[in-house]
C-alpha cells in the first residue's frame, strides 16, 4: 500500500467491483477515456477484471485508489511495460463525483514514484484523447509533456479527434 495526504493506492477486493462498475459505465468516463467502443461494462464483466488484478501479474500493474477514509475513489495503473526499455503506459480513472479532489494528481504521482523507485523503469507515457482537456491538464501538472499528437486517431461522437502523446523521464 502506497499513501499520500489524500489517498492511499492499495490492491483491489472483491467488494470493489460495484463501485468500478458505476465509474466505467458514467457516459462522460466512457467518452472521454475508453479508446474503444464506449460499450458499457456489467457487474459481471468488472468482478472478472477485478479477479484478474493480483500481485502475480507479470505484465500489468493496477491499484483501487481510495481516500484516507477508505472510500473507492477510482483506479490507476501502469500496463504494457516494456522491460528491456524501461519503459511502461499509465493510466488512471477518477470516479465522476470524486474529481476536482486532487485524488487524481496525488494517485498519479504515487503511481509515478511506484514505476521509477520500485520498478527502475526510465520512462512513462500516456496517451489522452485530445479533446479531454482535464485530464491533459491532470498529466502536465504531474510533470508530463507533450511529445506528439495522433492527427485524427479516434472516431467519437460522430467526428475524427485526436491523441496527444506524453511522456515523463525519470528524473536522475
Request: glycine letters at 10%; aromatic letters at 10%.
Amino acid at each position: 500500500m502506497f499513501q499520500g495526504e489524500k489517498v492511499r493506492l492499495r490492491a483491489f477486493e472483491p467488494d470493489d467491483c460495484m463501485d468500478t462498475c458505476l465509474f466505467v459505465n458514467d457516459e462522460d468516463t466512457l467518452l472521454r477515456m475508453y479508446r474503444g467502443i464506449p460499450f458499457p461494462s456489467s457487474r459481471s464483466d468488472e468482478c472478472s477484471w477485478i479477479s484478474q488484478q493480483s500481485s502475480l501479474s507479470t505484465g500489468e500493474y493496477q491499484f483501487a485508489v481510495e481516500n484516507l477514509s477508505g472510500q473507492l475513489v477510482g483506479r490507476c495503473g501502469i500496463g504494457k511495460v516494456i522491460w528491456k526499455d524501461r519503459v511502461a503506459e499509465l493510466n488512471i480513472m477518477i470516479g465522476p463525483d470524486f474529481r476536482g479532489n486532487g485524488y487524481g494528481l496525488e494517485a498519479l504521482n504515487l503511481v509515478s514514484a511506484f514505476c521509477f523507485e520500485q520498478m527502475g523503469l526510465h520512462r512513462l507515457k500516456v496517451s489522452v484523447m485530445a479533446f479531454n482537456t482535464p485530464a491533459l491538464r491532470l498529466y502536465q501538472k504531474c510533470g508530463f509533456r507533450i511529445e506528439g499528437r495522433l492527427r485524427e486517431e479516434i472516431w467519437r461522437n460522430g467526428r475524427w479527434e485526436d491523441v496527444v502523446i506524453l511522456g515523463k523521464i525519470r528524473e536522475a
